[in-house]
Antibody, heavy 117, light 108 residues
């Protein structure tokens, strides 16, 4: 069974940092591109970042470019999102998402990031 | 960036009725459009990809059509479990991957 379990979400002050993790199982992690997608409370889905199979290609939404860094450890089947200089509009549920043909065919349950002083 | 506009924002229907949801793109996405369903408290689920292909395990009452800039998701006869929010997503020209704002299908 495919599983992706996110962790690392927390309450953080504006300007602070967090590292999200996504532990994947039930599939060959290294064979898939991966995404982070976020959803603010009561709002729609917003793509954040993507990484290719071996981490050599990484792309970001303009709103997070220069502040967030996506990475992966294929030996540990784990996806990461390092978030710095957090702002109020970064508050959201962050989903780890498996890419299939640039769509998302599997989603984690999300980890909640709250940004508040 | 390709902007996807979904309409209506809310669709109020009864079980057994037909639902027709629209997604319009700001420029052509050819046929590279997907639909997702999201129920409260749950992650989204892929329903349709490349305009009209049902994802694994998706019932035949869900169908997709369209091309270029105008796309439709049709639910032929609403089941109680179909009341949810639906999002479209394009993959033609990215980054960024973009999603529509969503259509909520609610019970009338």
């Amino acid at each position: 069974e495919v599983q992706m379990v996110e962790s690392g979400g927390d309450l953080v002050q504006p300007g602070g940092s967090l590292r999200l993790s996504c532990a994947a199982s039930g599939f060959t992690f290294s064979s898939y591109w991966m995404h982070w997608v976020r959803q603010a409370p009561g709002k729609g889905l917003v793509w954040v970042s993507h990484i290719n199979f071996d981490g050599t290609i990484r792309t970001y939404a303009d709103s997070v470019k220069g502040r967030f860094t996506i990475s992966r450890d294929n030996a540990k089947s784990t996806l990461y999102l390092e978030m710095n200089s957090l702002r109020g509009d970064d508050a959201a549920l962050y989903y780890c998402a498996r890419s299939r043909g640039d769509y998302v065919d599997q989603w984690g349950q999300g980890t909640l990031v709250t940004v508040s002083s | 960036e390709i902007v996807l506009t979904q309409s209506p924002a809310t669709l109020s229907l009864s079980p057994g009725e037909r639902a027709t949801l629209s997604c319009r793109a700001s420029q052509s996405v050819t046929r590279y459009l997907a639909w997702y369903q999201q129920k409260p408290g749950q992650a989204p689920r892929l329903l349709i990809y490349d305009t009209s292909n049902r994802a694994t395990g998706i019932p035949a009452r869900f169908s997709g059509s369209g091309s270029g800039t105008d796309f439709t998701l049709t639910i032929s006869s609403l089941e109680p479990e179909d009341f949810a929010v639906y999002y479209c997503q394009q993959r033609t020209n990215w980054p960024p991957l973009t999603f529509g704002g969503g259509t909520k299908v609610e019970i009338k």
